[in-house]
C-alpha cells in the first residue's frame, strides 16, 4: 500500500483550500498513492476565522469536492473539515459549535469521523467551539482495515487499543500539531508511542508550520507544526516532513503490523493479566 501525507498550510477559506488541495492529490495520486491523508483542519485553519461559518455535512461543496476527486482518482482522502454541531454558552457567550471531523471518502466510502479529545490543555480549549465526538471510526482500504484519529487523539492510548482491537493495521492522524517548548519532540515521541502500543502503522499528516523554520518552536496555538510523518508497527520513523509544505509518498506493508502483534503480543497480554 502506498500512502501519501500532505503536508500543507491551509487558509481561511474551504473552496480556496480545496483548490489548493486538488492538484497535490492529484500528483501523490500519480506517484501511485492510493490512502491519501491530509491534516486537521484541511477545510480551514485553527485561528483563520469563526469555524461555525464555514462549517458543513458530508454533503457540502468541500467534502463532495473531495469525494469526486477521490472517484476519479481511484483513491480514498482522509482530510479534516468541520461540521455543524450544537450550542453552548461559555461566560455569557454563546457559540455555534462544531464537530471536528476527518472526512474519509473514496472506494465506496463517505463517511466522518469526530475527534474525541478535543483539545483542552496548554491554555487553549477547543471544547468551546468544538464538541467532541464518541464513535471510533474504521474503514477498509485495499483488503486492510484503518483506524482514524485525530491530532490529540494521539495522546491517549486506550483509543488505539480500542482501534487495534478492531483490526485495524494502519491509523491515520490528521492532526494541527501546536508548537512551542519541546511540541516536536513530544509529537516524535507520542507517534512512536502509539505504534508500538499495540503494533501498527501510524500515518499521521500535519498542518505545516505558520512561517515555517523562522518561528520554530515558538508556541503558536493549534496551526500546525509540521512533521507530519510515517511511523512502523515497531517505532521506526520511515519518512518525517520538516516544516513547511511538503509531500510524503511511503510505501508499506500492512502485513508487518502482524508480523509486529505476533513477536510482541501486547493485546493479549492486556487481555490476560490482573490489575493489583
Known amino acids: 500500500m502506498k500512502i501519501a501525507l500532505l503536508q500543507i498550510a491551509s487558509g481561511g477559506n474551504k473552496m480556496d483550500n480545496l483548490?489548493?488541495?486538488?492538484?497535490?492529490?492529484?500528483?501523490?495520486?500519480?506517484?501511485?498513492?492510493t490512502l491519501i491523508v491530509l491534516p486537521?483542519?484541511?477545510?480551514?485553519?485553527?485561528?483563520?476565522?469563526?469555524?461555525?461559518?464555514?462549517?458543513?455535512e458530508l454533503d457540502g461543496p468541500f467534502a463532495t469536492g473531495l469525494r469526486t476527486l477521490a472517484d476519479e482518482l481511484r483513491v480514498t482522502i482522509v482530510a479534516g473539515m468541520f461540521r455543524?454541531?450544537?450550542?453552548?454558552?461559555?461566560?455569557?457567550?454563546?457559540?455555534?459549535?462544531?464537530?471536528n471531523t476527518a472526512l474519509i471518502t473514496g472506494g465506496g466510502v463517505h463517511t466522518g469521523y469526530d475527534k474525541i479529545h478535543t483539545y483542552d490543555a496548554f491554555n487553549y480549549k477547543e471544547s468551546d467551539t468544538v464538541c467532541p465526538g464518541e464513535e471510533l471510526v474504521t474503514f477498509v482500504h485495499e483488503g486492510?482495515?484503518?483506524?482514524v484519529a485525530t491530532c490529540f487523539d494521539i495522546r491517549?492510548?486506550?483509543?488505539?487499543?480500542?482501534?487495534?482491537?478492531?483490526?485495524?493495521?494502519?491509523v491515520v492522524v490528521p492532526t494541527?500539531?501546536?508548537?512551542?517548548?519541546s511540541k516536536v519532540e513530544q509529537w516524535r515521541t507520542l507517534t512512536a508511542a502509539r505504534a508500538l502500543d499495540v503494533g501498527v502503522f501510524i500515518a499521521a499528516a500535519g498542518q505545516a508550520r505558520p512561517h515555517h523554520e523562522v518561528e520554530a518552536g515558538q508556541p503558536s496555538g493549534p496551526t500546525g507544526v509540521g512533521h507530519s510523518a510515517v511511523v512502523s508497527p515497531t517505532g521506526v520513523r520511515l519518512a518525517e516532513a520538516g516544516y513547511g509544505?511538503?509531500?510524503?509518498?511511503?510505501?508499506?506493508?500492512?502485513?508487518?503490523?502482524?508480523?509486529?502483534?505476533?513477536?510482541?503480543?501486547?493485546?493479549?497480554?492486556?487481555?490476560?493479566?490482573?490489575?493489583?
Open 144 to 147: 486492510t482495515t484503518v483506524g
Open 156 to 170: 491517549f492510548p486506550e483509543q488505539f487499543q480500542q482501534l487495534a482491537a478492531r483490526g485495524a493495521q494502519v
Open 19 to 33: 483548490a489548493m488541495i486538488t492538484p497535490l492529490v492529484r500528483d501523490a495520486a500519480a506517484a501511485g498513492a
Open 40 to 56: 486537521e483542519g484541511a477545510s480551514q485553519a485553527f485561528e483563520q476565522g469563526r469555524l461555525d461559518t464555514q462549517a458543513e
Open 84 to 99: 455543524p454541531a450544537d450550542t453552548k454558552t461559555v461566560n455569557c457567550k454563546e457559540f455555534n459549535r462544531v464537530y
Open 245 to 276: 509544505p511538503e509531500t510524503l509518498v511511503v510505501e508499506i506493508d500492512p502485513s508487518d503490523a502482524a508480523a509486529a502483534r505476533k513477536e510482541l503480543p501486547l493485546a493479549a497480554m492486556r487481555d490476560s493479566s490482573v490489575m493489583r
Open 176 to 181: 494541527s500539531w501546536a508548537d512551542g517548548n
